[in-house]
């Protein structure tokens, strides 16, 4: 009988084996993508994880509830201005830091161009770039290099983009008017369900890749990109 138990025992591991690689093959991208980032902890390390000082200043663009702004603000005490142009988000994100001399909330989305925008809401994962959805708001985008200069910002030491699928026309224009120089960290996430979104985020990583290094690279889910000479 022990025979027969090792002999089953033994099919069972390998039919266990071979479900496991099955399920692989069939794992939605997205979600064979993000494994390698789960499995560094990328949220809790490489995200927040700068040299930044209390003289820094930050760019959030995508604010959603402000936790990214409110783990960099505790880590550094250093200047961040949050771009949310989702009323709704806008406003929880200044609720949560009232009385943060060092959080600015601004109630735009950073663009190419200035232009008023119907969202999809979706949570985290609302879009100008995804159809359906029966929940839309109108929002306000400005022209990132005119909000730069009326800002009066000279330098930003980390600017975070997810704006689901807004990322490409955006790195395109800092790119284009020359702010990318002034920008010392970018950290990015590119989003796939763009219209050609393999060959954009190609050709802008060739633009970026004459000014910024990449420091960490997970594609579609986080890349950084740090000046050159900041390195």
């Not at 702004?69 to 949050?82: H, L, M, Q, T």
């Not at 980390?158 to 020359?178: R, T, V």
Request: overall charge neutral; glycine content about 8%; charged content about 30%.
């Amino acid at each position: 009988m022990s025979g027969v138990r090792g002999a089953v025992e033994g099919l069972l591991l390998f039919g266990a084996r071979v479900f496991q690689r099955l399920a692989r093959f069939f794992e939605p991208e997205q979600a064979r993508r993000v494994r390698p980032w789960l499995a560094v902890d990328g949220d809790r390390t490489l995200r927040v994880d700068y040299d930044l000082t209390p003289d820094s200043v930050v760019f959030d663009l995508g604010g959603y509830e402000g936790q990214w702004a409110n783990e960099i603000v505790g880590r550094y005490g250093c200047r961040v201005f949050v771009f949310e142009p989702v009323p709704a988000f806008a406003e929880g994100i200044e609720r949560r830091f009232a009385g943060n001399v060092l959080v600015r909330v601004l109630r735009v989305g950073l663009a190419d161009r200035d232009a008023q925008a119907n969202i999809v809401l979706d949570a985290d994962g609302s879009s100008m770039h995804r159809d359906g959805g029966a929940r839309r708001v109108s929002i306000e985008l400005r022209r990132a290099a005119d909000v730069v200069r009326e800002l009066d910002v000279r330098r930003i030491d980390l600017m975070k983009i997810n704006i689901e699928g807004a990322e490409y026309d955006l790195l395109e224009h800092l790119i284009g008017c020359g702010l990318i120089g002034s920008i010392r960290d970018i950290q990015i996430q590119f989003h796939d369900f763009v219209a050609d979104a393999v060959a954009r985020r190609d050709a802008i990583r060739r633009e970026l890749a004459k000014t910024h290094e990449t420091t960490y690279c997970y594609p579609f889910v986080w890349e950084n990109w740090r000046r050159k000479d900041a390195t």
